[in-house]
T-cell receptor
Framework: DAKTTQPNSMESNEEEPVHLPCNHSTISGTDYIHWYRQLPSQGPEYVIHGLTSNVNNRMASLAIAEDRKSSTLILHRATLRDAAVYYC?????????????FGKGTKLSVKP | GAGVSQSPSNKVTEKGKDVELRCDPISGHTALYWYRQSLGQGLEFLIY????????KSGLPSDRFSAERTGGSVSTLTIQRTQQEDSAVYLCASSPRLAGVPYQETQYFGPGTRLLVL
């Protein structure tokens, strides 16, 4: 399976933008890039996904590099509630086809 | 609408006892997944049900673990002769099947069952 690499942890200040990077240099052409997050003591929740073009939704934006070997999850204004572990996951022929394969993710801390 | 629910929310048992964990997926979702998360560890896939297909059991750690899904809805994860290393949060997720657009469906997770084996 194609793997993803994320920093172990990041810090942000409240109300500032946060850019969470993910490297996936072995991504295959049909793999979708999914992001989930897990707030403390909760199950993971879906954030966003994309294939080639940048994507926006009410939670975040996803910027995908032109060669698709990396992507960045963007939280435009971090709040205390955004403190969580963020997982970048590939789904497709090169990634997981059924279950999600979670790595260690990036633990985001948000300071008031 | 109602999300994925799991019961019990917490379970304490003695080593060697059997436990059953229940998952009620979102109505209409054809796929159901079980994962577990040990203290300080990542999420580990256990088993996956998709419609009427044979389940993918490739993640089950031992033959003490089994799961069934009745009527394509509710699922029960059973752990026989529990061991202390089985202590973890057991998470259930469900997802719809999106015809023609594989790999894009969202998995919706329940709150988990926290299992402690003494």
């Amino acid at each position: 399976d194609a793997k993803t690499t994320q920093p172990n942890s990041m810090e942000s200040n409240e109300e500032e933008p946060v850019h969470l990077p993910c490297n996936h240099s072995t991504i295959s052409g049909t793999d979708y890039i999914h992001w989930y997050r897990q707030l403390p003591s909760q199950g993971p929740e879906y954030v966003i996904h994309g294939l080639t073009s940048n994507v926006n939704n009410r939670m975040a934006s996803l910027a995908i590099a032109e060669d698709r070997k990396s992507s960045t999850l963007i939280l435009h204004r971090a709040t205390l509630r955004d403190a969580a572990v963020y997982y970048c996951i590939l789904r497709g022929q090169g990634g997981s086809q059924g279950n999600l394969i979670f790595g260690k993710g990036t633990k985001l801390s948000v300071k008031p | 609408g109602a999300g994925v629910s799991q019961s019990p929310s917490n379970k304490v048992t003695e080593k060697g006892k059997d436990v059953e964990l229940r998952c009620d997926p979102i109505s209409g979702h054809t796929a159901l997944y079980w994962y577990r998360q040990s203290l300080g560890q990542g999420l580990e896939f256990l088993i996956y049900f998709q419609g009427n297909s044979a389940p993918d059991k490739s993640g089950l750690p031992s033959d003490r673990f089994s799961a069934e899904r009745t009527g394509g809805s509710v699922s029960t994860l059973t752990i026989q002769r529990t061991q202390q290393e089985d202590s973890a949060v057991y998470l259930c997720a469900s997802s719809p099947r999106l015809a023609g657009v594989p790999y894009q469906e969202t998995q919706y997770f329940g709150p988990g069952t926290r299992l402690l084996v003494l």
